[in-house]
C-alpha cells in the first residue's frame, strides 16, 4: 500500500471487529491501524460494514450485519434513538456503560496525564438511570404544518419530532406536549431558522426535583406572542405544579438558544430546589446541574476529598451559582468563590442569603487574577477546588495554584481528556493525584464526569 493510500475506499464492503467506542458513541474497528467509525456497533462485536467516507486518517461505515454481537448489546427502550442525537449508548448495558467510562478515565490519565498508579474507581452510577434530566431545551419547527419539537438528529440540525423523552422528567414531556398542542391552537408559527421568521423558537422546562416546582421559557423570536393571556391560563391549567411562566426574547440570527431579555409572564422569577441540605433557587438562565441525585454523589465526593474540619479556607474557583461553594461552607471555617459571569455569582450571594451561610463569600473575575488578588490580602487557602468547563483549566490558574501552595486540590471534572493534562501539570510541580472518582452524570450518553484527590507533596 502507497503512503497516502487508505486501505478502504468508498463503497467497499468489509468485515471488521469492533475494539473501542468513540467519544459519540461509534464503535471504532481498526485496518492496518487505520480506523474507521461506525455508528450503533459495540466493542468486541464484529461485522459486514459499507465504507461510505474515506479521509486521510479515518473512515466511516454503515453496519450492515453484526456475525457476532456484543453480550453487553440490549434493545433501546427508546423508539427515536437511532435518529435522535440526545443519547449515544442505549443499546449498551448499565453496567457495561458504568465500565467503559472507568476504562476511559483510566486510559487518558495513562496516555495524556502519563499517570499510571493513579486508582481509578467504579463508576458511581444510578439505581435508576432514566427520567434524571431536570431540564429540557427543545427546538421547535413545522413539517408538513403542524408543529413539531424535539432533539436535533445527530451531527444536524434537522429536529427528530419528540413526544416524550425518557431521560428527562415525565412533567417536561407533558409541558412540551402542551405548549405544541397551544402553539397549533392559536395558530403560533414555529421559528425558520434559515428563512428568519416565525415565533417560537424553544421550549425549555426546569424542574425541581427535591421541590416538584416547575418553571416553563417560551424562547420567541420578538417580544409579540399571540394570545399571551390565553396561553398562560392554559398552562396553569393544564399543569399544577407551575411555579413560573416566562417569554425570553432572542431576535438574533443563531442558533444560541437564549437572548438577553427575559421577563416573567406569570408567577415567581425563580423556582426552588435542594441538593442535599442546600436549597438554589433557579432562574431561567441560571447554571444547575441537570441530574440533582448523582450532583450530591459527586459534592459528596468532592467534600471527602476536601477532608474538612471546620477550620480550613478554602477558595472555589469556576464558582458558578456557588453549588460546591455552598456545599463546603458547610464544613469549612470560610469559602472564597469566584466566577468569570456576573449573573452567575448574583445568583451565589442569593443562594448563600437563603442558605443563611455567611461563611461564603463571592467574587467576579477571571480566577487567575482575583486569586492572587486574595493572596495580597492575607488569604491563605488550605484547599483549592476547582470545576471548569471542557476546556479545562487556564495554564496561568494553574500556576497560580501552585504559587498558593495549598494542602489540597479538588478537581472536578467534565472532561477526562483536560482533566489528565491538568493533573499531569500539577504532578509536575509538587502536587500528586491520590485517586479519582468517575461519577455518572449523564446515564445513556457518553458524557462522565470526576473528582479526582490531588496532595501537595510533603504534607
Not at 424542574?207 to 416553563?216: A, D, P, R, Y
Amino acid at each position: 500500500m502507497a503512503a497516502n493510500e487508505t486501505p478502504v475506499k468508498k463503497n467497499e464492503q468489509v468485515h471488521v471487529t469492533f475494539e473501542d467506542l468513540t467519544h459519540d458513541g461509534a464503535g471504532v474497528a481498526k485496518l492496518d491501524g487505520y480506523p474507521i467509525f461506525v455508528p450503533r456497533a459495540l466493542p468486541g462485536e464484529q461485522g459486514e460494514i459499507k465504507v461510505i467516507k474515506v479521509k486521510k486518517n479515518y473512515a466511516i461505515g454503515r453496519l450492515i450485519e453484526l456475525t457476532e454481537e456484543s453480550e453487553e448489546r440490549v434493545e433501546p427502550p427508546c423508539p427515536i434513538f437511532k435518529n435522535c442525537g440526545g443519547c449515544q449508548i442505549q443499546h449498551l448495558s448499565y453496567e457495561a456503560q458504568l465500565e467503559h467510562k472507568r476504562k476511559h478515565v483510566e486510559g487518558v490519565l495513562r496516555r495524556i496525564g502519563k499517570l499510571d498508579n493513579v486508582t481509578v474507581h467504579p463508576t458511581l452510577g444510578m439505581e435508576d438511570p432514566w427520567r434524571y434530566r431536570n431540564k429540557a431545551q427543545v427546538p421547535v419547527g413545522e413539517r408538513n404544518g403542524d408543529i413539531i419539537a424535539g432533539f436535533y438528529a445527530k451531527r444536524s440540525h434537522e429536529i427528530v419530532d419528540m413526544p416524550n423523552c425518557i431521560i428527562q422528567h415525565e412533567e417536561s414531556d407533558h409541558t412540551v406536549q402542551l405548549i405544541k398542542d397551544l402553539a397549533k391552537k392559536y395558530g403560533i408559527r414555529a421559528y425558520d431558522e434559515e428563512k428568519h421568521r416565525g415565533t417560537l423558537r424553544h421550549i425549555v422546562t426546569r424542574h425541581g426535583k427535591n421541590t416538584g416546582e416547575l418553571m416553563v421559557v417560551l424562547v420567541t423570536r420578538g417580544k409579540e406572542l399571540p394570545n399571551k393571556k390565553n396561553i398562560i391560563q392554559d398552562i396553569r391549567d393544564n399543569l399544577p405544579h407551575v411555579k413560573s411562566i416566562v417569554q425570553n426574547i432572542n431576535p438574533k440570527k443563531t442558533n444560541v438558544i437564549f437572548g438577553d431579555k427575559t421577563e416573567v409572564l406569570w408567577g415567581e422569577e425563580v423556582i426552588y430546589d435542594r441538593i442535599g441540605d442546600v436549597k438554589f433557587a433557579i432562574s431561567a438562565r441560571s447554571f444547575y446541574q441537570v441530574n440533582p441525585d448523582q450532583t450530591k454523589v459527586l459534592y459528596d465526593k468532592a467534600l471527602e476529598y476536601a477532608n474538612l474540619t471546620g477550620h480550613e479556607t478554602v477558595i472555589d474557583a469556576y464558582c458558578g451559582i456557588g453549588t460546591i461553594s455552598l456545599f463546603l461552607a458547610q464544613k469549612a471555617k470560610h469559602v472564597y468563590g469566584v466566577e468569570i459571569v456576573p449573573e452567575a455569582i448574583s445568583d451565589a450571594k442569593n443562594n448563600a442569603r437563603l442558605n443563611d451561610l455567611t461563611n461564603a463569600e463571592f467574587a467576579v473575575g477571571e480566577a487567575e487574577k482575583v486569586m492572587p488578588w486574595w493572596y495580597a490580602q492575607g488569604v491563605r487557602p488550605d484547599v483549592i477546588v476547582v470545576d471548569p468547563p471542557r476546556k479545562g483549566c487556564d495554564e496561568t490558574l494553574l500556576e497560580t495554584i501552585v504559587n498558593m501552595k495549598p494542602e489540597r486540590v479538588v478537581y472536578v471534572s467534565c472532561n477526562p481528556a483536560t482533566l489528565a493534562r491538568d493533573l499531569k501539570y500539577l504532578a509536575e510541580h509538587g502536587f500528586e493525584t491520590k485517586e479519582v472518582q468517575p461519577v455518572d452524570m449523564f446515564p445513556q450518553t457518553m458524557h462522565v464526569e470526576c473528582v479526582a484527590e490531588v496532595v501537595r507533596k510533603g504534607n
